[in-house]
């Protein structure tokens, strides 16, 4: 995996210098919408668990909220799709992307949108995201060298390449 390749496990003392607590892992909080069904969802924990990032789970905004002011979030990939709470359905992305950019250990964020009806809302949304704080915007169905590929470059950019594999 290109990911794994690229990135390097560091002694403790590097992990303090790149912004992470030297005992802990990469955590990564994966807010799921309607692609909680996708073979990649499933596949995405355990691909990434020997490469050094730990992925907590949120099956809505409330639980991702929770999640955030409990866990240290190192990267977030939140699918716009993600309800408010489970009895709720009504699309809470964007409220998401804007309380973790209020969070003072700000993590990268990586917004997963569904497919658009028109290239009008396709550049609308797009640009919402990107205007709101999102570090890229990957498209549904995603695919598992575009998530890797999107990982390490948010790795590389604000976390030196490095952490702590282990």
């Not at 990469?26 to 807010?31: D, I, V």
């Not at 924990?45 to 050094?52: C, E, N, T």
């Not at 009806?117 to 498209?139: H, I, K, T």
């Amino acid at each position: 995996m290109r990911l794994a390749s690229n990135i390097q496990a560091t002694p403790a003392t590097a992990d303090a210098d790149a912004g992470l607590p030297a005992s802990r892992r990469l955590n990564l909080l994966l807010g799921e919408g309607a692609w909680r069904g996708d073979a990649l969802h499933d596949q995405l924990p355990g691909v990434l668990k020997p490469i050094g990032i730990d992925v907590l789970r949120a099956q809505s905004a409330r639980a991702a909220a929770q999640v955030a002011e409990q866990t240290r979030i190192h990267i977030a990939v939140i699918d716009i799709s993600i309800p408010v709470d489970e009895t709720h359905a009504v699309e809470a992305g964007q409220q998401v992307l804007q309380l973790l950019m209020r969070i003072p250990a700000r993590p990268p964020v990586v917004v997963v949108r569904p497919p658009q009806p028109s290239q009008r809302a396709s550049a609308r949304l797009l640009s919402d995201a990107l205007r709101g704080g999102a570090f890229a915007v990957l498209d549904r169905p995603l695919q598992l060298e575009a998530v890797l590929e999107v990982l390490r470059r948010v790795v590389q950019r604000h976390y030196a390449g490095m952490w702590r594999a282990g």
